[in-house]
């Protein structure tokens, strides 16, 4: 079983919808969550991060997390096209500041 | 302001060459990372330094070296290319467990 895992996609919503993104992961210890957007050819970039269970609400975009279920997910509300890129959650684990990464969801947002 | 700065931003290499990607970073963080981007893999973590005069491994440190040679600065060598290592390569550096990333170096190994 992965650490960290995601649904590879590609995830289609159309625009000004609700676009969903989830993770789960292995490390019932684990501390922190991170959502990043990497468009293609680019480098990641932050968006989200969460510490406590419960919803994190920043602009158009809520990070939600359950640590029972160890779950976590992004919602992006009113997609646009822009927001079309692959996003990756990331998991930091007890005592450091290495992260574990999923594979990413490749997010299309349809016109 | 510059933040994690990474060269070159491509390289080619031959198999058996050698070469070392620099990463420096302007924001006085104590923790560094390399790592790898394959396509269908996500980024996987070869090595890291948590301060000064420190290295530990990741995920995937085999047929690399690293050196961090101050707290601005971590290097990664590669001391005989393989095919195998052909790809996207990220350096991050971080604070309070947020990894602020490189532009990436995409290096071939032919």
């Known amino acids: 079983q992965k650490e960290v895992e995601q649904n590879s996609g590609p995830l289609s919503v159309p625009e000004g919808a609700i676009a969903s993104l989830n993770c789960t992961y292995s490390?019932?210890?684990?501390?922190?969550f991170f959502w990043y957007r990497q468009y293609s050819g680019k480098s990641p970039e932050l968006i989200m991060f969460i510490y406590s269970n419960g919803d994190k609400e920043d602009g158009r975009f809520t990070a939600q997390l359950n640590k029972a279920s160890q779950y976590v997910s992004l919602l992006i509300r009113d997609s646009q096209p822009s927001d079309s890129a692959t996003y990756l959650c990331a998991v930091n684990g007890r005592g450091n500041e290495k992260l574990t990464f999923g594979t990413g969801t490749r997010l299309t947002i349809i016109p | 302001n510059a933040g994690v700065t990474q060269t070159p931003k491509f390289q080619v290499l031959k198999t058996g060459q050698s070469m070392t990607l620099q990463c420096a970073q302007d924001m006085n963080h104590n923790s560094m990372y390399w790592y790898r981007q394959d396509p269908g893999m996500g980024l996987r973590l070869i090595y890291y330094s948590a301060s000064e005069g420190t290295t530990d491994k990741g995920e995937v440190p085999n047929g690399y070296n690293v050196s961090r040679l101050n707290k601005r600065e971590f290097s990664l060598r590669l001391e005989s290319a393989a095919p195998s290592q052909t790809s996207v390569y990220f350096c991050a550096s971080s604070e309070i467990h947020i990894q602020y990333f490189g532009a990436g170096t995409r290096l071939s190994v032919l």
């Open positions: 490390d019932r210890g684990s501390q922190s």
